[in-house]
């Protein structure tokens, strides 16, 4: 496994954007950040996912296996592509609390939301129970994969009530008032709603 983990940092390390790593080391937000773009971060993935480096992945036991040790790695890339790999259906729920956790930086945490939370089979339980925490960023991991869940689908009664009464009192979360515009978007009935928590439109 940490034959193949090398492989993929020299890849990553020769698609090393300067300018893009040299800012993101000011900000002290990561021990390793090459700058490398989320679009080759996600053509990586799906190559990885095809099978198209199996010669250098010959010691991975599986892709859950590969997508925790990325994960596990403090380098910026490495975390993103964890996100893109992570099978869903292998991704038990103590897990996904502890990687949501782990989290130090918006950008993982929308990273996170983006590509692994959204589609999980229990990411409605997760983002409410995260929006119901007191610490900030798991607050935010909720607010984002509900951003991603909302924007699909139609919330339950008894759903809505309890979004549009806890991000009421997280609006200086901008990711709260971002899901609530989205919600607010999707109907007159919940533009009226939405309304009623805060006067943001």
């Known amino acids: ?7 993929i940092k ?21 021990r390793i950040n090459w700058g490398v773009e989320l679009p080759r971060l996600v053509n990586i993935a799906d190559e990885i996912a095809r099978g198209d480096w199996n010669e250098a ?17 403090s380098t910026r ?14 991704m038990p729920e103590e897990v996904c609390d502890i990687w949501a956790e782990s989290i130090q930086t918006e950008e993982i945490a929308t990273m996170f939301c983006m ?11 997760k983002a409410f129970e995260w929006i119901a925490h007191e610490e900030r960023m798991l607050q ?16 339950s009664e008894e759903a809505e009530a309890e979004f549009l009464d806890q991000a009421g009192a997280a609006l200086d979360n901008k990711y709260a008032t971002k899901a609530l515009q989205i919600y607010a978007s ?16």
Request: aromatic content about 8%.
């Open 77 to 90: 890339e490495c975390k993103i592509l964890a996100c893109m790999l992570m099978p869903e259906e292998e």
């Open 186 to 201: 999707k109907s007159v009935e919940n533009r009226r709603k939405a309304k009623k928590v805060a006067d943001y439109l």
């Open 1 to 7: 496994m940490n034959n193949f983990i090398n492989v």
């Open 115 to 125: 590509y692994l939370t959204k589609r999980l089979p229990y990411a409605s339980t």
């Open 10 to 30: 020299k890849e990553l390390h020769a698609q090393m954007n300067g300018v893009a790593s040299a800012h993101a080391r000011q900000t002290a937000d990561y």
């Open 57 to 73: 992945d010959r010691t991975i036991s599986s892709m859950r296996s590969l997508a925790q040790a990325l994960w596990n790695d």
């Open 140 to 155: 935010t991991c909720g607010y984002l994969t509900l951003c991603h869940l909302i924007r699909k689908y139609d919330l």
